[in-house]
């Protein structure tokens, strides 16, 4: 995946605060066993604290660090977003956002931008306090996409992924699948504390899944403000295969499989591996939001 060089980041879009103290402490939720299990559940993806049950805590704030270039400085061209990591999540979060404008704009969605907060360790959200064990999630209390940047590292390291940097924009884009959700009001469908394969909370993530596919598939022809042409000028077979590569990383029956050595599809709140390639790729290939419908 490629940016164009020339093009002008929206850092306004990006809220970082890593290295930041945080008042008000952290969630109650340590290592060990029950760390594991947060990271587990959390890092499927779209689990937000609220769901979690997470509460506040003491001060276990994060040392705050003047060495982190925030991405306000660092982070001003697509040729940044080749070579950095956070500046690619600025640009990818562009995109995002630019194709659901778009939709917006043509009577698809009405869509409204949501900020995405990177930080590290711990956050304060309207959702309650998480850790960075929750992994990436949307809260809807602040219509807020929450990432720190260490759940990439986890998802090659304990979840097999091969990584790169598309799978990052995978994560990025199911994350404002939900805040699409969101404002379509079809998110609330996952919070009736059901789980299963055929559960809502299921098929709420897999139109998540789907609706980051729609955007792939229109990445590379959603022009950027700045310079009038696409933002990301390249996306191959190889970075799609990453995508859906992270996306079965991520698969309820893959987890289960690696952390308790059993599948049971009755708790399952995601989907499984081959749910989850199955409806990227259906929203990859057809890019029609309209087609991403799993709840039929």
């Known amino acids: 995946m490629q940016f164009d060089d020339n093009a002008r980041l929206d850092t306004s879009e990006v809220q970082d605060v890593r290295g930041s103290r945080i008042p008000g402490g952290g969630a109650t939720i340590g290592g060990g066993i029950v760390g594991l299990v947060v990271l587990v559940v959390g890092l499927v993806l779209g689990i937000g604290p609220d769901q979690l049950g997470l509460s506040s805590g003491g001060d276990q704030s994060a040392p705050a660090s003047s060495s982190l270039a925030r991405v306000e400085q660092a982070c001003r061209t697509g040729q940044d977003a080749n070579t950095k990591d956070d500046c690619r999540i600025v640009a990818v979060v562009n995109s995002v956002q630019d194709y659901w404008t778009q939709e917006s704009a043509?009577?698809?969605?009405?869509?409204?931008?949501?900020?995405?907060?990177?930080?590290?360790?711990?956050?304060n959200t309207?959702?309650?306090?998480?850790?960075?064990e929750v992994g990436p999630f949307y809260c809807p209390g602040d219509q807020t996409v929450y990432l720190d940047l260490g759940f990439f590292d986890e998802l090659r390291t304990k979840f097999g992924a091969t990584g790169g940097p598309f799978a990052q924009a995978y994560v990025v884009a199911h994350e404002y699948g939900h805040h699409v959700q969101d404002l379509q009001g079809t998110l609330g469908r996952s919070q009736n504390g059901l789980t299963g394969a055929d559960s809502a909370s299921v098929k709420t993530e897999l139109q998540a899944d789907c609706y980051a596919g729609v955007w792939a598939h229109h990445a590379t022809t959603v022009k950027d403000e700045s310079t009038g042409r696409p933002l990301i000028t390249s996306l191959t077979d190889a970075d799609v295969k990453d995508g859906l590569d992270a996306a079965a990383a991520v698969g309820d029956d893959r987890i289960q499989e690696e952390f308790q050595g059993r599948v049971t599809p009755d708790t399952w709140t995601h989907g499984s591996s081959e749910q989850r390639q199955q409806w990227f790729g259906v929203g990859y290939r057809t890019g029609d939001m309209a087609r991403c419908d799993t709840f039929r």
């Open 106 to 123: 043509r009577g698809q969605v009405a869509y409204t931008k949501a900020s995405t907060v990177l930080f590290s360790r711990q956050v």
């Open 126 to 132: 309207a959702c309650g306090n998480a850790t960075s």
